[in-house]
């Protein structure tokens, strides 16, 4: 269980330090900085926010750099002279793909339901950080992956403008190929566990046992990458970037055969999302418990709850209630009225 949690010149934070519990429940009006504290606790988990892209945001306005540290993990952030992100565990610093994992962690918010209706790169990010949580080749892969692409980029725009030879291409598609296929291999190993689980979950939320809620891989550039850039090559140069290959794939939500991002209700949507993160906890917990991830240093996922019961009904609540009684969660709100009663009688509350 984490202990404590420190911000320094975190987002509109200064100075911040507590003490957590099994429950711990921030209130306060919107932007006074609940959120902020479980962006921290998912830059310790994923090297990243889950609302904000760029790590120079997460420096507080007057200040040069930022750090959030529990126990015996810590981030800094500096900004000047350039960027750059330190990772520690016990003092000792770690590379990203090293510290990723150490704290596994499934992040809940309004804007988690954009996995299913929101664009492609939504979907593709909560693969990314799911599977980079219980597995370290695939954070060095696509880590590879992306150099790659940028440096083919860079090679394709030469080849446009008539500097570099078609030629040159040959090495790049078969690095690029090859980082792709453990990307795709392990996105598919994912994909797997979610068609065996998902279902059942949204049938046990939703009430509907008529209704089969599906998730699919689309694989846009085939089982042979390296073929399909060749096939392609002259329509990469005209346009100067790779169009194929992982960072260009999707998933779909289908409920009864339909397409959850044109034909789901709310009411489904929520269904399908809370059946969703179930799911993305069951799975960290197993890859937990199996130790393929090295010294993590929590028995189970943190849940970071952010302004969520708002949006779900008795039911639903229910439901997320009974995850919180399983797992330690920090939970953000602007009204304490809206949590179950019995579940603030257990929690720590801190108001801001």
Known sequence: MLKSLSLEHF???????????????????????????????ALLAFGRSFREEDKRNLIHFDSNYCRVKTGELEVYIEQEPRLKMLAKNKGVGRRLADFIGLLPAVVFSPETVDIIIGAPKDRRRFLDILISQTDREYI???????KTRRQRNRLLQRIQEGEA?????????????????IINQKRGELLVYLSDHLSDLYKEISGKQDKNLEVI??????????????????REIAIGSTIYGPHRDDLEFRLAHKNMANFASRGELRSAILALKIAELHYLEEIINKSKVSEPIVDSPVLLLDDIFSEFDEDRRKH????????QTLITTTEKEQLEPDLLKKAKIIEL
């Open 140 to 146: 060095k892969a696509l880590s590879a992956y992306t």
């Open 217 to 234: 891989y689309h694989q846009k550039s085939g089982d042979d990458l390296q073929a399909k850039l060749a096939e392609n090559r002259a």
């Open 11 to 41: 987002r509109n934070h200064k100075k911040f330090d507590l003490e957590l519990s099994q429950t711990t429940v921030f209130v306060g009006k919107n932007g006074i900085g609940k959120t902020n504290v479980l962006e921290a606790v």
């Open 165 to 181: 030879g078609e030629s040159e291409l040959d090495f790049w598609d078969a690095e690029l190929s090859e980082h792709a296929k």
């Open 320 to 327: 997320l209630s009974k995850l919180i009684t399983k797992y």
